[in-house]
């Protein structure tokens, strides 16, 4: 692909929340890449950047769009699905990579631990990936877990070659259960915090999404 092979401007262009003209992510997606002028080596060295170099906490931030700001997760270090998927995206844009951001419902039967508490189900609702053209289509990529996760969830790492699609599989190493893609949500050139909100309004309920804000903001507090 070239850099006029773009099937959307939209795409390649920066927003507030997928801030791919900030600095920091220029320097990032430009370190990362190294002297490598191929999409598909690119793409494949951010992935990897993002899968491991940014920890997956699915209790970090999430009600506001400076949650999910590119180069503020970079800074953090750390994030769950959405977060780390903007970034990917955000550092594929600073390289001329049209991205965007898939979305859907999943449910995970796998080790979640006290998460299933915290939700009140095995279902991770607007879990996200970066969809990336490259070579002419739209290739998916989930950066979520690192390495080390994936070893405990018992599931292969996702690897990432630019060329097929890299979602969690539908059965663990031991032919268990793993995940289950349930209901997708469509693709989006931003985040759409607002839809997501409402997404896990009416999946995890208004009280118990509210009670998640209000801990976070009385430990801003502390």
């Given at each position: 692909m070239t850099g006029h092979d773009i099937p959307n401007a939209?795409?390649?262009?920066?927003?507030?929340?997928?801030?791919?003209?900030?600095?920091?992510?220029?320097?990032?997606a430009t370190r990362t890449s190294g002297n490598s002028t191929d999409p598909l080596e690119q793409a494949s060295r951010l992935f990897y950047a993002v899968?491991?170099?940014?920890m997956y906490d699915p209790r970090t931030p999430f009600y506001l769009p400076e949650h999910y700001r590119a180069s503020n997760v970079l800074r953090r270090g750390r994030g769950f699905c959405i977060p780390k998927a903007c970034?990917?995206?955000?550092?594929?844009?600073?390289l001329g990579i049209p991205s965007r951001v898939g979305f859907a419902d999943i449910r995970n039967s796998g080790p979640i631990g006290d998460l299933a508490d915290m939700m009140g189900c095995h279902i991770f609702a607007y879990h996200a990936f970066a969809e990336l053209y490259l070579a002419g289509k739209w290739v998916k990529a989930t950066p979520s877990f690192d390495s080390g996760l994936c070893?405990?969830?018992?599931?292969?790492?996702?690897?990432?070659?630019?060329k097929t699609d890299a979602l969690f599989p539908a059965k663990d190493l031991n032919g268990n259960p793993y995940v289950e893609y349930i209901t997708y949500h469509g693709s989006f050139a931003d985040i759409p915090v607002d839809k997501i909100l409402e997404g896990w309004r009416r999946i995890y309920g208004p009280d118990?999404?509210?009670?998640?804000i209000a801990a976070l903001e009385a430990a801003k507090e502390r």
């Open positions: 939209e795409y390649v262009q920066p927003t507030s929340i997928v801030d791919s003209d900030h600095p920091e992510i220029i320097a990032f899968r491991d170099g940014i970034l990917l995206c955000a550092s594929c844009r600073t070893s405990k969830h018992n599931i292969e790492p996702l690897r990432f070659d630019g118990r999404v509210n009670s998640w």
